[in-house]
């Protein structure tokens, strides 16, 4: 039985930032034996630092869905893609046309953008505008990519601030990813792997459902994404509540596979390298479209009961409950 706080093999703790980058350390030294890996240890290092709010600068994380473990298990489902690019390239490398190799720069670039894409959820101290981080939803990939542009020359990665910064937006929405200017063919295989990852590891969670329910809705009620205002000046209900939300799920899979399969070019397949032929984030993900399916066609959500772990900092509140049903 997998445990809630666990990864897709139920070997890594992914509420704990020393297990998740070990995992990572080791596949990135499986790969470049001997190659310093200071840009990674560093990123972890100081991604730990400011989820738990010891950063002179930013408070500590309060939105409870976009949180450290979602961020450690989109890195994980990272490293796994790049981890699984490597070994096809091994089995393909005799063929005309072989993919590039990934270098050992390239893959910490793809390890420290997967780290900080969700930076953009975290508020500045003295933020008097915002009273919770779910308020930048709609521009946290944008205050995440100036992040990345300014923190990739502090970590060794000069060269790559500003396709970095620019990498990041393959997590979001507001620009559809063949629009996303990056012409190197490499560093764009990175970006499909790093939007991949965002939606494998996310929607692959055992918790997943009851997060929707739960944690995103509230979050959404905070963004502005539970409504939208139509020509006319009426307003749509996207969303009524967190039931609906999960209700909702088996569309957004839907899109989510088209998103994978066509924006993002089948990247998804990199991890059946990994496993040695089996894909756990696309079997998790069907197993909770399929549980959303039962839910949707049952008279409430009742049959969620899955409780996931909780890792706010001890008296962080992260947002009150009479904010979610309106």
């Known amino acids: 039985m997998r445990r809630n706080d666990h990864d897709v ?88 046309g072989d993919s590039p190799a990934l270098p050992a720069a390239c893959f910490s670039l793809g390890v420290v953008t997967a780290l900080y894409h969700d930076f953009g959820y975290l508020r500045r101290r003295g933020d008097r505008r915002h009273r919770y981080g779910a308020e930048y939803t709609i521009t946290h990939v944008s ?13 060794g990665l000069r060269r790559y601030a500003k396709v970095g910064a620019t990498l990041v937006h393959y997590t979001g ?13 490499l560093l764009r295989r990175v970006g499909h792997m790093l939007g991949t990852a965002d ?29 939208r205002k139509l020509p006319g000046g009426k307003t749509q209900v996207l969303f009524s509540s967190g039931d609906d939300l999960v209700r909702k799920t088996p569309g957004f899979y839907m899109n989510a596979a088209k998103r994978l399969d066509l924006q993002l070019a089948r990247a998804y397949e990199y991890a059946e390298r990994h496993f ?11 197993k909770n479209v399929r549980y ?32 979610v049903i309106r």
């Not at 989820?51 to 298990?73: A, F």
């Not at 939606?199 to 539970?226: H, N, S, W």
């Open 143 to 155: 205050r995440g990519s100036r992040h990345l542009h300014h923190y990739l020359p502090r970590i």
């Open 9 to 96: 093999t139920d070997r890594i703790r992914t509420t704990d930032l020393q297990q998740v980058a070990g995992e990572v350390l080791r596949l990135y030294r499986g790969l470049y034996d001997g190659t310093p890996a200071g840009a990674i240890e560093r990123a972890f290092a100081d991604l730990g630092r400011l989820y738990r709010g010891e950063h002179p600068q930013y408070l500590p994380c309060d939105t409870e869905y976009h949180d450290i473990q979602h961020v450690l298990d989109v890195t994980l489902a990272m490293a796994r893609l790049m981890d699984g690019y490597e070994r096809s390239r091994e089995v393909t490398r005799a063929r005309v």
């Open 199 to 227: 939606i494998i590891a996310q929607m692959a969670d055992r918790c997943y459902l009851e997060k929707c329910r739960d944690r995103l809705y509230p979050e959404f009620v905070l963004g502005g994404l539970t409504r």
């Open 276 to 286: 040695r032929g089996q894909n756990l984030y696309l079997e998790e993900m069907q």
């Open 292 to 323: 959303a399916q039962a839910v949707a066609d049952a008279p409430s959500t009742r049959m969620l009961r899955r409780t996931p772990p909780s890792t706010l900092k001890n008296g962080v509140e992260p947002y009150p409950r009479d904010l």
């Open 173 to 185: 929405y507001e620009r559809p990813a063949e629009t996303i200017p990056v012409n190197d063919t």
